[in-house]
Structure formats: structure tokens, C-alpha cells
């Protein structure tokens, strides 16, 4: 697990000169810690060769490779992580817009990740249409797009729809989301080692933690017999922040080693 949280930090470090692709596969790490990322990074090269064009990328990933949306399983975190979803063929909206985005990066065709609410589909920064690789890869207009907010979302006509609710993200911005993912599923089945990392990469992006994501850091070490590391954890974390952010971690990491007794 360190050694994924070392690269992954070293990798955010420098956002001028990210690698998407490697950054995603530095969190697949975390959870199978012997990946070979340099193996992945050259499937994805293979992925682009003989490759021109938006078109031919679509062709490549969903109809040759077959890449499709898991609505069955969609709460696997094997969703979440790049290789699986290429050995599987399946994934969520966030991973496989990831793949698009580095394949089309690769041949030539830029794209750029849009966090729609709900949804995460791709931008094709020449054409500027949206392609929605959960579905396929199917190319979406304005109402396309519209439709398919409203569904995921359930929100109503009262709600205007436009271009403020199809925001591009940045890498960074495309691996908090993707951390988030991870560790809302790690939270929810009680896997405190597995949010231990998650929550460590997420340390490591240049957006500071909230006090939320410090606590449950605290409580992922306690949940692995760790209270005293925990404790210490948040007093370190506490003098890094707001007095009242600071206050709650020093409760917290009382409460921790309260536990101790």
C-alpha cells in the first residue's frame, strides 16, 4: 500500500506533467498492490495504435473491446479500478471516461472528463460533442445530455439545464472524484484498511482534507487496533489547520485515546 501512496503523492506532485492514466492505475495499486502499471500503460498504447480520430476511438473501445457500463455490479470496486475494467470490459462512468480520455490522448484526439451531476461522460475538445462511455460510447446533443441529467438525477424542469452543469475537470480534479468513489464503498462495507489508502492518496492531492475525511482517517487506523497511531495522526493533522477544525480532530484524538483504557 505505501509504495502506491508514495508513487501516486509523487505523481499530483507535479499536475503540469500528470499522467492520468498512470495516476488511475497508481490507485488500482492500492488495492492490488503487485500491478504491473507499466504492463497497463503499454496496453493502453496498443489501445491507440492504428488510431485516428474520435470516430476510431469509439470504434476501438466499444465495439471491437466491447466496453460497456456494469449496471448490475456497479457498486464493485473492481469498477474503480483501470485494469479490471479493461480485463472485465465493464466499469462505471468515471473509469471508463479515464480510458477514453488516455486511448484518444494517445491518438491524437484530445478529450477532457465533464463532471455532469450524476453522470460522467467525455468531450471531445475538436468536435466538442459528449460521449457517454457508460452507454457504450454513444455520442450525446444538448438534449441528449439534458435527458440523461434528468434521469440520473431526478431532477425537474425547474432545474434549468446549460453548459454550467457540464463542467471539464482537470486530472486532479478527475481523481478526487475517483477517491471519493472508493472511499464511499470502503466506508459503507466497513473496510478500514482499504479506506486507510484511499484516504492517504486523497491526503496527497493538492485540495487540503476536510476534517471529516482527517477524522475517518483517525477511525480507519482505530478500526485496525491502530488507536494510538490514529490519535497522533489527528494531533499532527490538527496543527496544520483552522482553530475550529483543529478543536474537533483534538476531541476526536482524545476520544481515541480514551479507547485506550
Known amino acids: 500500500m505505501s509504495d502506491a501512496v508514495e508513487r501516486f503523492g509523487a505523481l499530483v506532485a507535479r499536475p503540469e506533467r500528470l499522467d492520468l492514466g498512470e495516476a488511475a492505475l497508481q490507485i488500482a495499486r492500492g488495492a492490488y498492490p503487485d ?3 507499466g504492463a497497463w500503460l503499454r496496453a493502453l498504447d496498443r489501445l491507440a495504435d492504428g488510431v485516428t480520430g474520435i470516430a476510431a476511438v469509439r470504434a476501438r473501445l466499444f465495439d471491437e473491446l466491447g466496453l460497456r457500463g456494469d449496471g448490475e455490479g456497479y457498486y464493485d470496486p473492481d469498477n474503480s479500478f483501470l485494469h479490471r475494467v479493461l480485463e472485465r470490459r465493464r466499469g462505471i462512468p ?5 480510458i477514453t480520455i488516455e486511448v484518444a490522448r494517445r491518438a491524437g484526439s484530445p478529450c477532457d472528463g465533464v463532471g455532469m451531476p450524476g453522470h460522467f461522460l467525455v468531450r471531445d475538445r475538436e468536435a466538442g460533442v459528449l460521449l457517454d462511455p457508460f452507454d457504450g460510447g454513444r455520442v450525446l446533443d444538448e438534449a441528449g445530455a439534458e435527458d ?3 434521469s440520473t438525477t431526478g431532477a425537474g424542469p425547474e432545474i434549468p439545464f446549460g453548459p454550467h452543469l457540464l463542467p471539464v475537470l482537470t486530472p486532479l480534479e478527475i481523481l478526487v472524484r475517483m477517491l471519493a468513489n472508493l472511499r464511499s464503498l470502503y466506508r459503507a462495507s466497513g473496510a478500514a ?3 486507510e489508502w484511499v484516504l ?3 491526503f496527497a492531492l493538492p485540495a487540503p482534507p476536510s476534517t471529516a475525511e482527517v477524522a475517518e482517517l483517525g477511525e480507519a487506523l482505530a478500526a485496525q487496533g491502530r488507536l494510538l497511531e490514529g490519535a497522533k495522526e489527528l494531533e499532527a493533522r490538527a496543527l496544520t489547520t483552522d482553530p475550529e477544525s483543529a478543536l474537533a480532530l483534538r476531541a ?3 476520544a481515541l485515546r480514551a479507547r485506550l483504557n
Open 35 to 37: 500491478l504491473d502499471v
Open 94 to 98: 468515471i473509469t471508463l471516461s479515464v
Open 148 to 150: 440523461l441529467f434528468r
Open 193 to 195: 484498511a482499504d479506506l
Open 200 to 202: 492517504r492518496m486523497r
Open 252 to 254: 476526536a484524538a482524545r
